[in-house]
């Protein structure tokens, strides 16, 4: 069967949309690297701005995970969707170079997400369809580790580009529309995955269970914590560090993001995805604290590191636990109402943070944000102990 065709010894789908998504990523996280100096150099903006930016942004792409989770359910069909959600995003970032205010790239921000949010639960439902069970971990960390990948190069071809033609802002849009195509490109090797989803049996439940939704309710909270990067990249500019400089403490980031990405799949499904993103969590604290004291370009390098172990760590292996928690019938709905918890808490995260930074201080920022997912913890973890495993 076509379905069992593997490439490098992962499913042919996963291993393709690990493709995709490297070159969306390297073209997304090219303009995303430069937002914070976008919007100082040109729009005028700060930290307030930004933050909610994204956090509408992220906001609206919750929206259109929900629906297209369900819908992707009821369809059966993924890839159409897939591909949808990448053209959309793509489609965007020529129209950087006409942005002249903060609503203009809102805008723009806004369709991206959607893109995203129309994307993400169908494609994360092929993955985990296109993958035996006992290997979702492996799947998803490979997918998270190729995303990151491009989210690497990104940033680092942004920062060759400012720092070989200071503020040609435009340059690096052109660029990532055309690497972006790439993404839609590989797209056109995948195998759509019909009938995957099945019907359900007289004891499966048409809803999702309690203890998926108390998984829910605490990575809301734990995600109404984490600060958005685009905001904390603007630390380097109170040390004094060159705005060309920004992008590279974004690709710090990416680069400890990509390397602890497959690992962290691995470890999730051998020790169990709760233990490995609990300890995710726990990183995100110890990167506030690093990036927080940090007073020298080593020293913020260094708190980007730890601060790239969180996503590692729990971006893949969250949508593995929530794939194992949710039955068959309704996966789609489930990682749809996943994203949609993690985006809620992220659009807290970036209005609350951004304006606890301008107006206050960073330091007011981090203890508030770090305070926040200090509380989810406890939440997650006792989530993680009660019901049972969904069929």
């Not at 976008?38 to 929900?66: K, Q, W, Y």
């Not at 985990?128 to 006992?134: H, L, M, N």
Request: a positive charge.
């Amino acid at each position: 069967m076509r379905m069992r065709e593997r490439i490098f010894g992962l499913p042919r789908n996963v291993f393709i949309l690990g493709i995709t998504s490297f070159f969306n990523d390297f073209s997304s996280e090219m303009i995303f690297a430069v937002f914070p100096a976008f919007f100082t150099a040109v729009l005028r903006a700060g930290a307030a701005s930004l933050g909610l930016v994204d956090g509408i942004a992220e906001a609206s792409s919750n929206l259109f995970r929900l629906y297209s989770g369900r819908l992707s359910d009821r369809l059966e069909s993924r890839k159409p969707l897939v591909f949808a959600g990448y053209a959309l995003s793509v489609a965007t970032r020529p129209f950087y170079i006409f942005v002249s205010t903060v609503a203009g790239a809102l805008g723009l921000r806004f369709l991206d997400r959607v893109g995203k949010g129309l994307r993400d639960p169908a494609r994360d439902a092929l993955i985990s369809f296109s993958s035996p069970e006992a290997s979702f971990g492996r799947s998803f960390g490979y997918h998270r580790a190729m995303d990151t990948a491009g989210a690497i190069l990104g940033p680092l071809v942004a920062y060759l580009i400012l720092r070989a033609y200071p503020l040609h802002f435009n340059t690096i849009f052109i660029t990532a529309f055309v690497v972006g195509l790439g993404a839609l490109t590989s797209i056109l090797f995948i195998h759509d995955v019909l009938g995957a989803r099945g019907a359900p049996l007289a004891s499966e439940p048409e809803t999702l269970s309690r203890r998926f939704k108390l998984y829910l309710a605490s990575l809301f909270v734990l995600s109404a914590g984490a600060l958005p990067v685009a905001v904390i990249l603007l630390k380097s500019e109170s040390l004094g560090l060159m705005i060309a400089d920004i992008p590279l403490f974004y690709m710090v980031y990416n680069v400890s993001y990509a390397l602890f990405s497959l690992p962290a799949g691995h470890a999730s499904d051998r020790f169990g995805a709760p233990s490995v993103i609990a300890l995710g969590y726990l990183f995100l604290l110890a990167g506030y604290a690093g990036i927080a004291y940090a007073e020298g370009a080593w020293a913020l390098a260094g708190g980007f590191f730890v601060l790239g172990l969180f996503p590692a760590l729990t971006d893949g292996v969250q949508r593995s636990y929530a794939s194992q928690l949710s039955a068959a019938h309704v996966r789609g709905k489930g990682l749809g109402w996943m994203q949609a918890a993690v985006g809620f808490g992220t659009l807290l995260a970036g209005i609350g943070g951004g304006w606890l930074w301008q107006a206050f201080s960073p330091a007011v920022a981090f203890l508030c944000a770090g305070t926040v997912v200090a509380l989810g913890l406890v939440l997650f973890l006792l989530s993680a102990t009660r019901g049972t495993r969904a069929a």
